[in-house]
């Protein structure tokens, strides 16, 4: 279908550790994957983007790893900061369309 | 500065009067669409438009409409407004090429009673 699972919805950590969400899809056709955060009551913004050709993007903290294989990918947060606290959106594209498709969402709290 | 900007931010209003959410955007985006975020449901896209008089329905039309007369605007209207269409709107923004990013506006809070 066209649904993108997003897992989990909510996640605590203590600052400084590690958070990962996962997201899966089935539509193998999905060739970009961004990641949108969104603070408490502000608009959603684009924090990283992997195209399928690419593997693994790092930037800073927060890194993105796809497996087309297994069609998942996922947002790594290394040594999170209380700021990180936010939602996390995954979302999928096809090059045939310019609809973003969306999960449902994880809501990070990083505990100080 | 570019940006999306949304109208009204907050918004109370009563079932059955029509109302508009403007949407503007100043980057000379070709792609434009509309959002509702619900709790655990995430971003649902509602219309969307590729161009200038080009629109389309998204997942979840019903009750909406939408027009494209000039590229920077793309308004919402909700003809009949229902408390199911209560709900956190976004409008996005991107460049008519895939693998973009979207640019959302600061959206809208809207409470039908």
């Known amino acids: 279908g066209e649904n993108v699972e997003q897992h989990p919805s909510t996640l605590s950590v203590q600052e400084g550790d590690s958070a990962v969400i996962k997201c899966t899809y089935s539509?193998?056709?999905?060739?970009?994957f961004p990641w949108y955060k969104q603070e408490l009551g502000k608009r959603p913004q684009l924090i990283i983007d992997?195209?399928?050709?690419?593997g693994e993007k790092k930037d800073q903290r927060i890194a993105v790893t796809l497996n087309k294989t297994a069609k998942h990918f996922s947002l790594h947060i290394t040594e999170t900061q209380p700021e990180d606290s936010a939602v996390y959106f995954c979302?999928?594209?096809?090059?045939?369309?310019?609809?973003?498709?969306f999960g449902s969402g994880t809501r990070l709290l990083v505990r100080p | 500065e570019a940006q999306v900007t949304q109208n009204p931010r907050y918004l109370i209003t009563v079932t059955g009067k029509k109302l508009t959410v403007t949407c503007s955007q100043n980057?000379?985006?070709?792609?434009m669409s509309w959002y509702r975020q619900d709790p655990g449901l995430g971003l649902r896209q509602i219309y969307y438009?590729?161009?200038?008089?080009?629109?389309d329905k998204g997942d979840v039309p019903e009750g909406y409409k939408v027009s494209r007369k000039e590229k920077r605007n793309f308004p919402l209207i909700l003809e009949s407004p229902s408390p199911n269409q209560t709900s956190l709107y976004f409008c996005?923004?991107?460049?008519?090429?895939?693998?973009?990013?979207?640019?959302f506006g600061q959206g809208t809070r809207l409470t039908v009673v």
């Open positions: 996005a923004s991107s460049i008519g090429t895939a693998n973009t990013e979207a640019f």
């Open positions: 539509d193998s056709a999905s060739n970009y």
């Open positions: 992997i195209r399928s050709n690419v």
């Open positions: 979302a999928r594209r096809k090059d045939s369309s310019y609809k973003l498709i």
């Open positions: 980057m000379n985006h070709e792609y």
């Open positions: 438009s590729m161009n200038v008089e080009v629109t």
